[in-house]
C-alpha cells in the first residue's frame, strides 16, 4: 500500500422503494500531513445489489468529470460573485485580546463548535499588521465609498478601492497591488491617476489582524474570520476591534449551489457571537464598516443591538 496515492472514495447511501441507491463519487483534491481531502465530483443513482466492480468501474469513470479542478491544486477554487465583498462585521465594546480571541475562535471550529467546518491545514491561523492611508470618496455616486494606501515597504502600497453608498453585507472592491507613492504624496496621486474622484483624506490608522481560514465540509464554501484591532496614528486611544466574517471563495465541486453563502455566513454570526456571550464581551452586529469608524460615527452604530 505505501506505493499507492489515494484516488477515489466511494460513500453508498440506503437504497430507496425502487431499489436505486444514491453513490456519491469523490475525488481525492488535496492531501496533507494531517489527512486527505476528498470532493464530491458525481452522484450515481445505481441498483443497490450492484455488483461493486461494476459500481467501481462505472465510477473510477465518472470520477473524471471535474478532473481538471480536483486533479491541481490552484484550479480547486471559483469566486461567486467576483469584485464584491460579502461579510458581516461584529463590533466589540469592550476591550478585549484579538489574539486570545482568534485562539478561540480557531478551536471553536476545528473542534465543530461552529458547525461542519474545518481549517485549512497549513494556513489556519494567519497574521497580518498594517499601516493605511484613507480617503473618502464623495463623487461621483457611482464610485463613493473608500479609499485606502496600504504600506508595503519602500514607497510601495497596495490601493484597496471599496465602493458602496451605506454600510452593509455586500460592498465592491478592488486591490491594485504593487502602487508606487513617493513622500506619501496621496493626493497628488489620486489628482493624476483618478481625476474625476472627489475625495476627502481621513485619518491613517494602524491595523492589527489575526485569520482563521476554514471551508464547510458541506457546501465547500471558503471563509475567514478576520479578528481586528484598529488604532488612529494621530489618536491612538481611538480604537476599533471587530471580528469579521467574510466569504472568500468556494472549492469547485459536484452540486455547488452559491445561494448557500449569505445563509451559512449567518450561522456563522450566530456562532460567533455565541462564543463571544460566552467569554462575556459585549458585542453588536452588523456591519459596522472603518469608513463609519473614520467618519466619527459611534461604535456599532448600524446595528442597534447589543448581545
Same mark, same amino acid.
Given at each position: 500500500?505505501?506505493?499507492?496515492?489515494?484516488?477515489?472514495?466511494?460513500?453508498?447511501?440506503?437504497?430507496?422503494?425502487?431499489?436505486?441507491?444514491?453513490?456519491?463519487?469523490?475525488?481525492?483534491?488535496?492531501?496533507?500531513?494531517?489527512?486527505?481531502?476528498?470532493?464530491?465530483?458525481?452522484?450515481?443513482?445505481?441498483?443497490?445489489?450492484?455488483?461493486? =466492480?461494476?459500481?467501481?468501474?462505472?465510477?473510477?469513470?465518472?470520477?473524471?468529470?471535474?478532473?481538471?479542478?480536483?486533479?491541481?491544486?490552484?484550479?480547486?477554487?471559483?469566486?461567486?460573485?467576483?469584485?464584491?465583498?460579502?461579510?458581516?462585521?461584529?463590533?466589540?465594546?469592550?476591550?478585549?485580546?484579538?489574539?486570545?480571541?482568534?485562539?478561540?475562535?480557531?478551536?471553536?471550529?476545528?473542534?465543530?463548535?461552529?458547525?461542519?467546518?474545518?481549517?485549512?491545514?497549513?494556513?489556519?491561523?494567519?497574521?497580518?499588521?498594517?499601516?493605511?492611508?484613507?480617503?473618502?470618496?464623495?463623487?461621483?455616486?457611482?464610485?463613493?465609498?473608500?479609499?485606502?494606501?496600504?504600506?508595503?515597504?519602500?514607497?510601495?502600497?497596495?490601493?484597496?478601492?471599496?465602493?458602496?453608498?451605506?454600510?452593509?453585507?455586500?460592498?465592491?472592491?478592488?486591490?491594485?497591488?504593487?502602487?508606487?507613492?513617493?513622500?506619501?504624496?496621496?493626493?497628488?496621486?489620486?489628482?493624476?491617476?483618478?481625476?474625476?474622484? =472627489?475625495?476627502?483624506?481621513?485619518?491613517?490608522?494602524?491595523?492589527?489582524?489575526?485569520?482563521?481560514?476554514?471551508?464547510?465540509?458541506?457546501?465547500?464554501?471558503?471563509?475567514?474570520?478576520?479578528?481586528?484591532?484598529?488604532?488612529?496614528?494621530?489618536?491612538?486611544?481611538?480604537?476599533?476591534?471587530?471580528?469579521?466574517?467574510?466569504?472568500?471563495?468556494?472549492?469547485?465541486? =459536484?452540486?455547488?449551489?452559491?445561494?448557500?453563502?449569505?445563509?451559512?455566513?449567518?450561522?456563522?454570526?450566530?456562532?460567533?457571537?455565541?462564543?463571544?456571550?460566552?467569554?462575556?464581551?459585549?458585542?453588536?452586529?452588523?456591519?459596522?464598516?472603518?469608513?463609519?469608524?473614520?467618519?466619527?460615527?459611534?461604535?456599532?452604530?448600524?446595528?442597534?443591538?447589543?448581545?
Amino acid at each position: 500500500l505505501s506505493g499507492l496515492a489515494p484516488l477515489v472514495l466511494l460513500r453508498t447511501h440506503s437504497p430507496g422503494s425502487d431499489g436505486l441507491a444514491v453513490t456519491e463519487v469523490l475525488a481525492c483534491s488535496r492531501i496533507r500531513s494531517r489527512g486527505a481531502l476528498f470532493t464530491r465530483v458525481a452522484r450515481l443513482d445505481r441498483p443497490y445489489n450492484e455488483p461493486l =466492480e461494476t459500481l467501481v468501474a462505472i465510477s473510477l469513470e465518472a470520477s473524471a468529470c471535474l478532473r481538471d479542478r480536483t486533479l491541481a491544486e490552484t484550479n480547486g477554487y471559483t469566486v461567486f460573485e467576483k469584485g464584491t465583498e460579502i461579510e458581516r462585521k461584529i463590533t466589540l465594546l469592550d476591550e478585549v485580546s484579538i489574539w486570545a480571541l482568534a485562539k478561540e475562535l480557531w478551536a471553536a471550529v476545528d473542534s465543530g463548535g461552529l458547525g461542519a467546518f474545518r481549517t485549512d491545514p497549513g494556513y489556519e491561523l494567519t497574521r497580518w499588521n498594517l499601516r493605511q492611508h484613507n480617503f473618502e470618496v464623495l463623487a461621483p455616486r457611482n464610485e463613493q465609498g473608500h479609499l485606502g494606501f496600504i504600506e508595503k515597504g519602500e514607497e510601495t502600497y497596495t490601493i484597496k478601492r471599496k465602493r458602496f453608498t451605506q454600510d452593509g453585507l455586500r460592498r465592491g472592491e478592488q486591490l491594485h497591488r504593487g502602487i508606487h507613492v513617493s513622500g506619501e504624496a496621496f493626493a497628488d496621486f489620486l489628482a493624476v491617476n483618478y481625476p474625476a474622484l =472627489e475625495t476627502r483624506q481621513l485619518d491613517s490608522f494602524t491595523r492589527a489582524r489575526f485569520d482563521v481560514n476554514f471551508e464547510s465540509t458541506v457546501t465547500g464554501h471558503y471563509y475567514g474570520i478576520h479578528i481586528d484591532e484598529v488604532h488612529l496614528c494621530r489618536d491612538e486611544s481611538r480604537t476599533l476591534r471587530q471580528v469579521e466574517i467574510e466569504y472568500l471563495q468556494t472549492r469547485v465541486h =459536484e452540486g455547488i449551489d452559491p445561494s448557500s453563502i449569505d445563509t451559512e455566513l449567518e450561522r456563522l454570526e450566530h456562532g460567533v457571537i455565541g462564543q463571544l456571550s460566552s467569554r462575556g464581551v459585549r458585542a453588536s452586529p452588523g456591519f459596522y464598516s472603518k469608513l463609519s469608524f473614520l467618519n466619527g460615527q459611534p461604535l456599532g452604530a448600524d446595528a442597534g443591538s447589543v448581545v
